[in-house]
């Protein structure tokens, strides 16, 4: 009884490693294909490993393409929306767990139930009232559409309602003002779920690709995705080329997987957001 | 907690408090508005605004240059009659489930099989978990890439275990089936992630119990495990619908809605009909039709978990 139990455990053990490699062989894949010799991509039997190891790829990716510029894009709209929505959202989560107000259920389902409408279904007026501001091409056109947003709102609330109501009245007692209170008490307390909004909103708005690609056309204001797709998209793609790019854009997703995957399992666990 | 330091405050706040008289007074009803004031502006000119524009103009005929011609219900009723609006709809759906019950499936069995004790747990658990950091655009990249037809690892591996090539994503036949497999390699984890935390938050006690009253581990499964896995179960549901219903990047870069339109989803026509045939109102009728279809399901499925609830 007891060999057959460990019998089976080892069998499923090793059918969980093999599944590992399933979900890890493309990411691989896209390593070995940047770095092989530029004729082995197109050799049809598909060598497992590279013969020997070439940078000739990125060399040329980084010369041909711009990009560098759409490194710096990404960069530009990932940190200014994180910080923007970051901060808007913790406000307005807060403000949600810890005021009674006039309006407050009303104004709490309309923020949700019109921030779930899929940016493909207002696609269109969204572009004509970006393009009205006169913010197509810039980087706040790809970033003020996109900084409310609900799930970051509901977890903040969620997490701020099991913040003790005696901390924030003792302060209102001896006299701090609402932003005080907002800065010195709450937010010391909000630090791990600080943590779980700057991380999904840094993978969400460095992942972006429907909005940018309607609202950003000169390819100088490019983001990475945007330049994937571009050279994704030719007639006859280098695809050594493109895994190189898409191994660049991959990279700083890569090191946040590492360094702060528990925060990511914590947030997608605590509400299911992706 | 060492908030003890937090609220005693400095003595110059309490001053500031004196001397402005009316914002002291007014401050603590004005100061909730205050604080949602930036979401609610971004929210009027970023999704309600754009929400009434696209129905107002979805009554329009309009290709962006001139005036927009009303046509009242014209839209409306060519989508009626619009084959591929029917055809983007029926291949929304196949994919829906194609990709749903599969992915939740999958991702329930791995956090069964990983919730118990092995070496490098936590390992596997990540290596799993990976692909939801992939951004949409580098997975199409990548999985274009894998089944490409002459050159690509898939049919390679085909070949040397003695079968023949598939043209994966040049036949309208193997396009939808691919897209399906390369979705659930991104979803699978993130299944995997909700099941594996409702998993750990069933107490101990209760399976104990099962033991104690002679339950073999197929009837503890049965009936401790599945149900206290529901509103997990619900949860996902909900949001793997609402995904497969949003989904647009992925397709956008690893087929193009093609060969054909075998694999255009409804998100994929709006895109279509908006920027490559330039007919802005009937892209948007096609996005409030979208838009009451995932409403719908929305609505339906918060009752039925509602109901449950009730029940249980």
Redesign the interface.
Same mark, same amino acid.
């Given at each position: 009884m007891a060999t057959r139990r460990h019998f089976a455990?080892s069998a499923?053990?090793l059918?969980? +490693?093999a599944?590992?490699a399933?979900? =890890?062989f493309? +990411?691989y894949?896209?390593f070995a294909?940047a770095v092989r010799p530029h004729a082995e !991509?197109?050799?049809? +039997?598909?060598r497992l490993v590279p013969s020997s190891l070439s940078w000739s790829n990125f060399h040329t990716v980084l010369t041909r393409y711009p990009v560098l510029t759409w490194v710096n894009n990404s960069v530009i709209i990932a940190v200014v929306a994180v910080a923007l929505t970051v901060f808007?959202?913790l406000?307005?989560g807060?403000?949600?767990a810890k005021?009674r107000?006039p309006g407050?259920n009303i104004?709490f389902f309309? !923020?949700l139930g019109?921030? $779930?409408?899929?940016i493909?279904? !207002?696609? =269109?007026?969204?572009?004509?009232?970006v393009s009205w501001l006169g913010l197509l091409n810039t980087h706040l056109g790809v970033i003020?559409?996109?900084?409310?947003e609900a799930f970051g709102?509901f977890m903040v609330r969620q997490f701020m309602v099991s913040i003790p109501d005696e901390?924030i009245e003792?302060?209102r007692l001896?006299?701090?003002?609402?932003f005080?209170i907002?800065f010195?008490?709450v937010l010391?307390?909000s630090k791990p779920i600080i943590a779980v909004l700057v991380i999904f909103t840094f993978?969400w708005r460095?992942?972006d690709?429907?909005w940018p690609? =309607?609202a950003l056309t000169d390819q100088d204001m490019f983001t990475l995705?945007l330049g994937?797709?571009l050279l994704?998209g030719e007639v006859n793609p280098d695809?050594g080329n493109?895994?190189a790019l898409?191994l660049l854009?991959?990279l700083p $997703?890569?090191v !946040?997987?590492l360094a702060f995957?528990r925060y990511? =399992?914590q947030g +997608?666990?605590?509400t299911?957001l992706? | 907690m060492p908030e003890s330091g937090v609220v005693t405050l400095p003595a110059t706040s309490i001053a500031r408090r004196h001397r402005a008289g009316w914002w002291s007074t007014h401050q603590r009803r004005l100061v909730p508005y205050l604080f949602i004031a930036p979401n609610i502006v971004l929210f009027a000119a970023f999704s309600f605004l754009p929400l009434i524009y696209a129905v107002y103009i979805s009554f329009h005929d309009w290709t962006l240059i001139g005036e927009p011609d009303f046509i009242g219900i014209g839209n409306y009723q060519r989508l009626v009659y619009d084959s591929l609006f029917w055809r983007a709809l029926a291949n929304t759906l196949v994919y829906a489930v194609g990709t749903v019950p599969t992915s939740m499936a999958i991702g329930l069995l791995l956090a069964l099989a990983l919730n118990r004790h092995m070496p490098a747990r936590s390992f596997l658990r990540s290596l799993y978990f990976l692909p939801l950091v992939v951004s949409a655009v580098a997975t199409g990249t990548i999985a274009a890439w894998m089944f490409n037809d002459n050159y690509g690892v898939i049919n390679a591996i085909i070949v040397r275990l003695g079968g023949s090539r598939v043209a994966w994503l040049s036949s309208p036949y193997w396009a939808l089936p691919s897209l399906v497999l390369t979705t659930l390699w991104v979803r699978v984890g993130f299944c995997m992630v909700v099941y594996l935390a409702a998993l750990q938050s069933i107490p101990r006690m209760y399976y104990e119990a099962a033991r104690i009253d002679g339950a073999s581990a197929v009837r503890q499964f049965r009936h401790v495990t599945l149900p206290l896995l529901k509103p997990a179960t619900f949860l996902l549901l909900v949001l793997s619908i609402i995904y497969s219903f949003h989904v647009f990047d992925l397709i956008y870069v690893m087929t193009g809605g093609g060969p054909g339109f075998s694999t255009t989803m409804l998100v994929q026509y709006i895109f279509r009909s908006a920027f490559v045939t330039s007919e802005m109102g009937y892209a948007c009728a096609v996005g409030i039709a979208l838009y009451a279809l995932i409403l719908g399901f929305t609505v339906l499925q918060w009752r039925a978990s509602r109901q449950t609830e009730n029940v249980m």
């Open positions: 455990d499923c053990w059918g969980l +490693i599944g590992a399933v979900m =890890v493309p +990411i894949w896209m294909t !991509i197109f050799e049809a +039997i598909a808007i959202n406000l307005c807060y403000t949600f005021f107000f407050r104004l309309a !923020i019109a921030l $779930m409408v899929p493909q279904v !207002i696609l =269109v007026p969204e572009f004509l009232i003020l559409p996109r900084a409310a709102i901390l003792a302060a001896d006299g701090a003002g609402e005080t907002f010195r008490v010391p307390l993978m460095w992942n690709f429907a690609l =309607v995705p994937l797709n994704r695809w493109v895994m898409a854009s991959l $997703m890569l !946040i997987f995957q990511l =399992v +997608i666990a605590s299911g992706k | -």
